[in-house]
């Protein structure tokens, strides 16, 4: 049974900074792409960033670039979002997600994640 658990979350000022982990059980992990989108109050979830497997290739929202940090650890089956600068409109649930094997569908969509965890809140006071 494959488990994400996000983590992380909290309450932070803008300009401040945050760091997610998701942690992954019941999968061989390194074999894994992993993602993290968001989803705000009465928007659609919408892509963070992501990270591929064996070469760690990252991918970035453009509303995120040069701001968050993904990274993953395989030994300790986690995937990690660094999140700086952050701003009021960050605020959202986080959720990690692992890709399906195999999939050609790009990185951003929602269709190509074959298992999510259950979501972390951030939010940012201005």
């Known amino acids: 049974q494959v488990q994400l658990v996000e983590s992380g979350g909290g309450l932070v000022q803008a300009g401040g900074s945050l760091t997610l982990s998701c942690a992954a059980s019941?999968?061989?992990?390194?074999?894994?792409?992993m993602g993290w989108f968001r989803q705000a109050p009465g928007k659609e979830r919408e892509f963070v960033a992501a990270?591929?497997?064996?070469?760690?290739?990252?991918y970035y929202a453009d509303s995120v670039k040069g701001r968050f940090t993904i990274s993953r650890d395989n030994d300790k089956k986690t995937v990690y979002l660094q999140m700086n600068r952050l701003e009021a409109e960050d605020t959202a649930v986080y959720y990690c997600?692992?890709?399906?094997?195999?999939?050609?569908?790009?990185?951003?969509?929602?269709?190509?994640?074959?298992?999510w965890g259950q979501g972390t809140r951030v939010t940012v006071s201005s």
């Open positions: 997600g692992a890709r399906s094997t195999g999939s050609s569908i790009g990185y951003e969509y929602l269709s190509g994640y074959a298992y």
């Open positions: 990270i591929r497997k064996g070469d760690d290739f990252t």
């Open positions: 019941g999968l061989q992990f390194k074999n894994y792409g």
